[in-house]
């Protein structure tokens, strides 16, 4: 019955626009059109309503407006897209999109459903900070499984951030600020050509940031915490040549925090709704471990861009990258227990569950990729060799009810693919595609749990198909329909207590993607209105859940997640812009799979983790000249229904439903510009996740209300 009203649903909201074609086609565009974004979503160049996926692109004014500082800013502006800190320090992220994603990333066995790409090259453990000292040209998110042209662990979506490419134009910009916990800032960005003729320019963004606690407060410590320094920087050299061009970029970031708190429940209330739970020291804000915490996040590599054209129609890419991580975190995840609970005297709360871990991460990627034209035009095509290289050693020790446990990982990854995607312009208006995509993983692992060796050896391989069909109703509208085959390698349990749980594979990941799409703009361009049903069938969904004991177990579910996305924005006059996106979706666990492990099916009927029922984000910005500068303002909301963010559906990692708010307003006169902007302006204290057993009940707050004052310098 869901899926009859989700069909009706998506064919009157088609039917419904037909009518306004004629009219669309007749008019053109003028100077209130809105930006025709360029992306690279489909590996070639084209305007964002001519790519038949579902993208939501970001220009760096976008960025600039809607404040979007790193990665996790993208949750308040992007449709049914969240990324949120994991629990094992403060510098990961968690990235889902359409409810695809994994929270245990800062586990080298984990491995995430949503690709982070900076300037294509993946990025398997990524800071959200990462992005704060790149000077972006903009950001693509790609909703759906991404099976044939990037593949690697984007069996959800990709989220492709682009820097900006060196020009021939000298540009200088200096942004310095403070704001909340006295917090300053300083961003420098420089780029130009290097030689008289221009062929050779370079670039460099750096960026220093530092604040101190006060997020939270620890009353067992009685102090402040929350503290956080940044520094990171990049180099950029782009040589252009004679039918070639030759992109290289080296980086560093470094990154510490006094890390990631827990906020302890009150264990004897838990049967109570998720918002009446209450916390024993009163409020999420007030922590009560009397351990220390702490991250500490080092980054830094180097990638090469070679794009060669061939001849008139033929362009070969070659991407070679290499990235090193160091990282190193510790926290205590019960946030304090009163002795009380455990019949013990006293009043100082006391950690239960403690963990700290220290990881150092290498990988590399070799990609090619040959692309162009043949028969006069009529069919279009790319196709390439993927290799990517991972190796890893993790060591982690843990303390659960005074009893000590040590884990140690050395994990190395193979992974080779071969993608081709064509396309057959069948007319002017009807385009075709057919692609796929083969990868072979094979993953080692050697690793130490309480003293047992665990020593394995598994390959995991895949054919991941797509088929695609998009039909240019005029140049003002685009209709398509697509199925897209996702895979995700298995894998470990890397939270795992004992090594028979650790030695059992968590087998790979499937899933069978549908959707069907519209794109247009009305009025002269002004009205841009994009809406997309998806319907993802997920086989072996690979989940992980906790039980009573304290035991991290893994297990496979069948699912099905299907909704609706729609996307408007319109330009009311040279002043006025507004946007707003919506989404309501349905989910839940179909079927389990037995297995060594004795997997339970406890999650049957269970909703998918960060996967809420509805959602709805709206926002605008006015401009307007005051003496001889401009005065701009701006807002949006986000509006968000209730989800679980643990597989288990258990009330303490019950979401609630929440509306946050940001807000800018900024002043810019000839080269310089003053900016005030506020983000969650309610202070809502709510948490991202939190989960549970015997006596240890932690959540773990998201951000708070923040604010910042800025000035900047730009000369170009």
């Known amino acids: 019955m869901k899926q009859t009203r989700l069909a009706f649903l998506i064919s009157t909201s088609l039917l419904g626009l037909m009518p306004l074609t004629s009219h669309a086609q007749a008019t053109e565009e003028d100077e209130l059109a809105i930006e025709n974004i360029t992306v690279t979503a489909q590996r070639k160049a084209q305007s964002v309503q001519s790519a038949p996926v579902s993208i939501t692109a970001l220009s760096a004014r976008d960025i600039e407006r809607m404040q979007i500082d790193n990665a996790k800013d993208l949750s308040q502006v992007a449709p049914n897209v969240t990324i949120q800190p994991v629990t094992g320090g403060s510098a990961s992220i968690a990235p889902y999109v359409r409810g695809g994603g994994v929270r245990d990333t800062a586990i ?12 294509d090259v993946y990025q398997p453990r990524s800071a959200a900070s990462f992005i704060e000292m790149l000077d972006l040209e903009r950001i693509e998110v790609l909703r759906g499984p991404q ?21 021939e134009l000298f540009r200088f910009k200096n942004e310095a600020g403070v704001g909340s916990w006295n917090e300053v800032y300083n961003k420098l960005v420089v780029s130009g050509a290097l030689t008289d003729d221009g062929a050779l320019r370079g670039g460099f963004s750096a960026m220093y940031r530092d604040r101190d606690g006060g997020r ?3 009353e067992t410590l009685n102090k402040d915490v929350g503290e956080e320094r940044f520094a990171g920087m990049q180099g950029d050299l782009y040589y252009v040549g004679e039918g070639y061009d030759i992109r290289f970029k080296a980086y560093y970031t470094d990154y510490d925090s006094d890390g990631l708190h827990a906020s302890a429940l009150d264990p004897t209330q838990m049967n109570q709704p998720y918002a009446d739970i209450p916390f024993v020291s009163g409020s999420i804000d007030r922590v009560s471990s009397p351990e220390e915490s702490d991250t500490s996040d080092k980054q830094y590599g180097a990638n090469l861009k070679v794009t060669a054209a061939l001849n008139e129609t033929t362009e070969l890419v070659t991407i070679t990258a290499w990235n090193k991580l160091k990282d190193d975190w510790a926290v205590g995840f019960s946030g304090g227990v ?23 991460q290498d990988s590399f990627t070799q990609e090619m990729q040959l692309q162009g034209d043949i028969l006069d035009g009529d069919l279009s095509y790319i196709g390439g060799l993927y290799y990517f290289n991972e190796s890893g050693s993790q060591y982690i020790n843990s303390m659960l009810f005074f009893a000590p446990g040590y884990t140690e990982f050395n994990i190395t990854t193979d992974s080779y693919a071969g993608f081709g995607q064509v396309t ?7 385009d075709v595609t057919l692609g796929g995509r083969y990868t072979k993983d094979d993953k080692q692992l050697d690793a130490l749990v309480s003293g047992t060796v665990v020593s394995r ?14 039909y240019k109703v005029d140049d003002k509208m685009l209709i398509f329909a697509s199925y897209t085959g996702g895979f995700k390698a298995g894998g470990y349990n890397g939270l795992a207590s ?12 499937l899933m069978d993607a549908y959707e069907v799409g519209l794109k247009s703009d009305w009025m002269k361009g002004r009205l841009r209105v994009n809406l997309s049903a998806f319907f993802n069938d997920y086989e072996k969904l690979q989940q992980g859940v906790v039980t009573n004991e304290g035991v991290f177990i893994a297990e496979n579910y069948d699912a099905e997640h299907k909704g609706l996305e729609a996307e408007v924005q319109y330009r009311v006059s040279s002043e006025f812009s507004l946007w707003a996106n919506g989404v309501y979706q349905s989910n839940e666990y179909t079927n389990t799979y037995a297995s060594e492990g ?4 406890a999650l049957l009927g269970n909703s998918m983790t960060g996967a809420f029922d509805y959602q709805y984000a709206a926002g605008g910005d006015y401009t307007i000249d005051i003496g001889d500068g401009v005065f701009s303002v701006g807002a949006n909301m986000n509006r968000r229904g209730d989800y679980y963010s643990t597989a288990d559906n258990a009330e303490i990692g019950h979401v609630p439903a929440l509306t946050l708010y940001d807000a800018y307003m900024s002043y810019e006169y000839e080269n310089w510009t003053v900016k005030l902007a506020g983000k969650n302006l309610t202070d809502e204290k709510y948490w991202f996740t939190g989960f549970g057993f015997s006596v240890v009940q932690p959540r773990f707050m998201a951000d708070p209300r923040m604010w910042r004052l800025s000035v900047s310098y730009l000369f170009e």
């Open 147 to 167: 099976g044939t042209l990037y593949g690697r662990n984007s069996s959800a979506g990709a989220v492709k951030f682009v820097s900006r490419t060196p020009d």
């Open 457 to 470: 050896d598994d390959d995991f391989s895949r054919f991941t198909p797509k088929l695609g069909v998009d």
């Open 108 to 119: 080298i066995t984990s491995e995430a459903e949503v690709g982070i790409y900076i300037d």
């Open 598 to 601: 004795q997997p339970s099916g």
């Open 424 to 430: 057959w312009h069948a007319s002017e208006q009807l």
């Open 216 to 218: 939270q407060y620890n």
């Open 498 to 509: 004992t090594a028979d749980a650790l030695n059992t594979v968590v087998a790979m990941q």
């Open 338 to 360: 009163q002795p009380a609970f455990l019949g013990m005297p006293g009043d100082q709360p006391i950690e239960l569950f403690y963990r700290e871990s220290a990881s150092d």
